[in-house]
């Protein structure tokens, strides 16, 4: 049977220079060898360090842990600081470039175009801005949907917080696959039969219909940013995959 989930915490990390980056040193924590259908990495980058260019094909979201780094986009300048983020279409050319010493957690994944839908186009903003939304009417567990719900995505990249003792409604089992990254706080998550407790730095992945739940613990809230792929027809895509 094909792995389910991977919990990957900060003591196992290893790192290398991602192809094409200069000035910065990548950990992949999720990928294809690991079953999985999109990349998730953390990228820490000296000052002056810059990204390379994705794979043909390959979209990007970037969201920042720390630093401040200038992007540029078709001509023009952005400033990202902690809890920025950017979506970026692919082959669509970019320079991320760290103003000072950075970290960046990257969501990679090949675009699945759909019929008759216009591709997504670039867009910044700032987690800070997005409202929470209380999760299924639980004021305690609010959901920030960073990235447009729109057929022309085929990526979401949400953060979730729970007060402590929040906790998800329900076990989930779904065809999306997650990557998640804790980036506060502490809780236990179920995954497959098996529970671990979790804590600001580690890192899941949950393989589609991977059994999952979880609770906040401790005094103070719980926050992820996680991944999911949205919005395509699973036969679709599974015949062009072939």
């Known amino acids: 049977m094909a792995a389910q989930y991977a919990l990957i915490t900060p003591d196992t990390h290893v790192w290398a220079t991602p192809p094409g980056w200069r000035g910065a040193t990548a950990a992949v924590h999720i990928s294809p060898q690991l079953g999985a259908r999109f990349t998730q990495s953390t990228v820490v980058l000296e ?6 260019t994705a794979a043909a094909g390959v979209q990007r979201t970037v969201y920042v842990l720390e630093g401040e780094l200038k992007l540029k986009v078709e001509g023009k300048s952005h400033n990202l600081r902690v809890g920025d983020f950017a979506y970026l279409p692919a082959d669509r050319p970019h320079d991320l470039t760290a103003a000072g010493a950075s970290r960046v ?3 990679e994944k090949p675009y ?3 019929v008759g839908v216009a591709a997504p186009d670039f867009m910044v903003g700032r987690a800070a801005d997005v409202a929470g939304e209380p999760f299924m009417g639980d004021e305690d567990a609010r959901l920030q949907v960073l990235l447009p719900t729109d057929e022309r995505f085929d990526t979401a990249v949400n953060v979730f917080t729970y007060q402590p003792g929040a906790a998800l409604p329900q076990v989930e089992i779904h065809v999306m696959e997650h990557g998640l990254l804790m980036l506060d706080g502490a809780g236990v998550y179920r995954l497959g039969d098996d529970w671990h407790p979790v ?4 890192i899941i992945w949950m393989a ?3 059994p999952q739940w979880f609770v906040a613990i401790g005094k103070q809230p719980a926050r992820y940013l996680y991944y999911k792929d949205v919005n395509r027809d699973p036969l679709a895509i599974a015949v062009e995959s072939e």
Request: aromatic share 10%; hydrophobic share 40%; net charge negative.
């Open 47 to 52: 000052a002056g360090g810059a990204s390379g």
């Open 112 to 114: 699945e175009a759909a």
């Open 199 to 202: 804590q600001a730095g580690d």
């Open 105 to 107: 957690a990257l969501f």
């Open 208 to 210: 589609s219909y991977c």
